[in-house]
């Protein structure tokens, strides 16, 4: 699917259209099918699709985990899928989220990987690897980079803590501070960068809006992880623009809703309160 349009632009044309700054994870476990699909062959497609179709109105974009794909050797799947959004939802971005990082000639393959084959809109890139790692997905100048920053699970602190000071630097600086001072002032070539931030840690998310502006924020760890909406809401949002800057993802509370016949209509309805959720807190 050629000539889509720029990730940012998207995006500000899904938060303003659909008013919607929820992103449902798409993240198949075969376990947790209901029985009417399980063990069928193209089952983690019809049950994305089913997904898909029940909430592309409710979104401001779709976030396929690969490793739930790959796993399942159903990467066919997954590129169907997303082929699937384009046509039926193409005002639905679709991320990628595959968290690849390696030195530049391998983060090229993976760039075709995500761009050329899944023809995603954007991708999620690990930075642990520095620029040189990065920079190839930048040669796809309309797609959207999305750069690991503060992770939303508890081990994310094991490295994101650290302090990273250098020699003169008076105000002390964490790993995840840098890696967004990075991200906003140095490696933006595109404009098409964003960064992860996870909602389990609403204080941080703060800092980062502060550090980056109006950078749009993926920001996965509301429903199964607990993550507080208002207060993430409230830590994320852009200064006189309430209502864009941020990609919500909840993906089991969503895709688990019920795991019966109705499995559809239940995470409609779960995705639906979930927006409307998202939408009371920037008020
Ligand atoms: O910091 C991160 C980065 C990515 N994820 C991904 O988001 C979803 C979360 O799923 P839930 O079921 O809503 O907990 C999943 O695909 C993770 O790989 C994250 O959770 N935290």
């Known amino acids: 699917m050629k000539n889509r349009p720029l990730f940012t632009e998207q995006l500000a044309r899904a938060w303003s259209d659909q008013d919607s700054m929820l992103c449902v994870g798409l993240d198949p476990d075969p376990k947790q099918f209901p029985a009417s699909i399980k063990g069928k062959g193209g089952a983690i497609l019809a ?7 029940a909430t592309a ?5 779709f976030k396929p985990q ?7 050797g159903a990467e066919d799947q ?16 679709v991320i990628l989220d595959s968290k690849r990082g390696d030195i530049g000639s391998t983060a090229q393959q993976y760039a075709i990987e995500a761009f050329d084959r ?12 520095g620029f040189d790692s990065v920079e190839p997905y930048l040669k796809y100048a309309n797609k959207g ?8 699970n508890p081990g994310g602190s094991d490295l994101q803590f650290l302090e990273v000071n250098e020699k003169g630097q008076t105000d002390k600086e964490l790993l995840y501070q840098r890696v967004a001072r990075l991200a906003s002032s140095q490696w933006n070539k595109t404009g098409q960068l964003g960064l992860v931030v996870g909602a389990t840690f609403p204080e941080e998310i703060a800092k980062v809006r502060e550090i980056v502006g109006e950078m749009p924020l993926l920001i996965p760890g509301i429903g199964a992880q607990g993550g507080d909406i208002p207060a993430t809401v409230q830590a994320g949002t852009v200064a006189n623009a ?15 809703a019920s795991q019966d016949g109705n499995f559809a209509d239940a ?3 779960a995705a639906m309160a979930t927006r409307n959720a998202l939408r009371a807190a920037k008020k």
Not at 66 to 72: D, E, P, R, T, V
Not at 78 to 93: G, K, M, N, T
Not at 118 to 129: C, E, F, G, R, S
Request: hydrophobic share 45%.
């Open 47 to 53: 049950f994305c699709r089913e997904i898909v179709d």
């Open 57 to 61: 109105d409710l979104v401001c974009a």
């Open 66 to 72: 690969i490793a739930y794909f790959a796993a399942h």
């Open 78 to 93: 997954l590129e169907q899928l997303i082929d699937h959004i384009h046509r039926q939802h193409p005002q639905v971005p």
């Open 118 to 129: 899944y023809q995603a809109d954007a991708v999620t890139v690990n930075p642990y690897m």
């Open 145 to 152: 980079v999305i750069v690991l920053c503060r992770t939303s």
């Open 242 to 256: 309430p209502g864009t800057g941020m990609i919500i993802n909840s993906s089991r509370a969503i895709l688990y």
């Open 267 to 269: 995470a409609r309805q």
